[in-house]
């Protein structure tokens, strides 16, 4: 199981819980990545946790001012990026062209997409990863894993009835140990997760008790 | 084969050549219909033509200024819509509400894409059919038929894999009936085509001579 | 006064709610206008109402699939254009260009904004009116005359040092005759409504009472 | 004068042309930053040159992945940022936003425009300077001071009139000293260039060369 703990743009302290994150995975032997602002990435990479970006742009080296570049979050330590986040929804072309970028980059990829149809659009791009996150959930807390398991049931089949090599991971209110482990029954074989963790007072609790079920 | 002129902005007079194109397809038996301007929507169906959006909103009826609802473009004639143009790329999310959009107003639609993998995504959204366009032909008169034909085969391939339902449209550079047989010997079962038509100085003769080996 | 009303994507009948307005407005004398989608231009312009369009896109004539061209919505009828209206909010360049835009096809043009700086801003590019219309309370059916009067004078005066001759609007929230007097008494020489008129039970009579006071 | 060195996505060493800057202005009391990539941003400030940020996000605090946060690029050791570049067009409301977002953080402000007109716009917006960079020019090596010198005189008089306290800062295709001075004649304080130094084959010549002028 991958845990892929998402920083947005909260206020929290990126090195404080990259450093958490690195001993967690250290202790546990579970996969845990940590993705901050891109302005925070070198920061976050310095820790040794395993790190993303967010997002990467679909250019190639040029002129771009204000692009994300995917070369240059690989150079600041990133080993894999989020594409299309529910909070950065990006075109279909734009999509294609990031992942373009991203492998380029030697990056790993995930795409995000709100609904299995979606997913099976992004799956169709050839991703490493695609992400199920019904945006009515992101922030609350309950688990798309509770709140309609069959969104996820039907993400990996949309995924697989596209490209098998795909991995499905699940987003949105995953905040619990039994969330993780709810998610790998119904075939995920990787967590989205951001104020669970990043909003917590004790950010490196939080992680403990989420990856518990699975050392 | 289905033959779609999208008039785009063109300084053209979208009622003149909705009338010759009305006429074209009731003398060959040809399908041919006309995507104008939004505006234009009702005066090209009076013509009587098969009249087209050129793209409808993700949106519901609600506060949506400046949207291009597709309960509005069908009350004005339209019957069906191109969506994600390369000229009006749009979001994943929005290309899969602007379906949700036109299946509500009985609108048939077809998706377009650059190159096969976004034909494949495009596909697994449920569209009627996609359209590939690759954005470097169009406008060329140099048809995808020629300049690439493995693109259009692909196109084919991948919109079968995902969903066999899916027709596969042909864009960008087709102006001749050898295009268009060309476009069918490949598995496309429909063009998609502008200027040929829009800034010919005489679109009625170019409708009669791009029909005339389907006639 | 100007009432300039916007039906957005509204459920409602474009047709009848333009022929309340037409004859309201003969009737008061007051000047009445309606912005229905550019699909419905023609029916609505066709009951000899004064006929807006919602937006208009930064182009000139070509390939501009999905647009909205000016020289379009004014050969449908429109004689003026709301641009970036807060559910359809633009680029500070594509504001400047569709104002060219609207300049070539003989549309008047009011440029919405959220707050005094920005209509300090859209008054610098020339438009022949700004409306200030504070998110917050579009749709509230508080007029902004009453939640924030200081809004509306500050917007007056930041037009005013900018350029004496654009006129400033007030939109938001506006339902009630009152509330057009108090626009009017803080420097508005015309009012943005939608609601109050486009879902009001009987369009006629929610005109007809709005418009008492100026008649 | 001010001279902004942003170095877009180019495949350009960041560390050694901000090393080179921090030099040359040291050596030369020439004001010379440097805008990095956002990933490369603390790289960047760690050679101790003035740095800046290519965008800021309209946004706070909270759930905004993939954005480009204010507060995180001040953290990471930028003390400005451009906004609006004509490579990253905002909406007019964004604009407004993301200069609220730059106060925050205490990151001194630029917001470029392509004419004079949006110059005027920029500064009602209240940053502390816009920039003039006509978009047929970027890249070109003819500096807007040569090919149009009235746009600069014409931009530094737009903002004037709006607020006097805004400094005119000129871009687009700056290359040469002779460019510096002429910007300088024309009333800018500040000048933004790109390619001439991060596509040189030696940008710490290209940066002597530049400021030499004004040493």
């Not at 050839?126 to 398991?149: F, N, Q, R, W, Y």
Request: proline content about 6%.
């Amino acid at each position: 199981m991958f845990v892929l703990v998402n920083l947005k743009a909260y206020p929290c302290d990126p090195v404080e819980i990259a450093e958490a994150a690195a001993d967690v995975s250290d202790e546990t032997g579970v996969r845990v990545a940590v993705a901050p602002q891109a302005a925070h990435l070198s920061a976050v990479a310095e820790t040794g946790v395993e790190t993303w970006a967010q997002h990467v742009s679909p250019v190639e080296h040029g002129s771009h001012t204000g692009s994300t570049l995917a070369e240059a979050v690989a150079d600041a330590g990133a080993e894999g990026t989020l594409i299309n986040h529910s909070e950065a929804r990006r075109k279909l072309a734009d999509i294609d062209a990031s992942l373009d970028a991203a492998e380029r980059a030697d990056l790993e990829t995930v795409v995000c997409a709100n609904n299995p149809e979606q997913v099976g659009a992004a799956a169709a791009l050839g991703p490493d990863a695609v992400a199920v996150e019904p945006p009515e959930l992101i922030g609350t807390g309950t688990p798309v894993s509770k709140a309609d398991p069959d969104i996820v049931t039907d993400a990996v089949e949309a995924a697989a009835a596209v490209d098998e090599s795909v991995d499905v991971f699940c987003g949105a209110g995953i905040s619990t140990g039994d969330d993780l482990d709810a998610a790998a029954d119904l075939g995920a074989t990787g967590v989205l997760l951001a104020s669970g963790v990043a909003k917590a007072d004790d950010p490196r609790a939080a992680l403990e008790a989420l990856v518990e079920p699975l050392a």
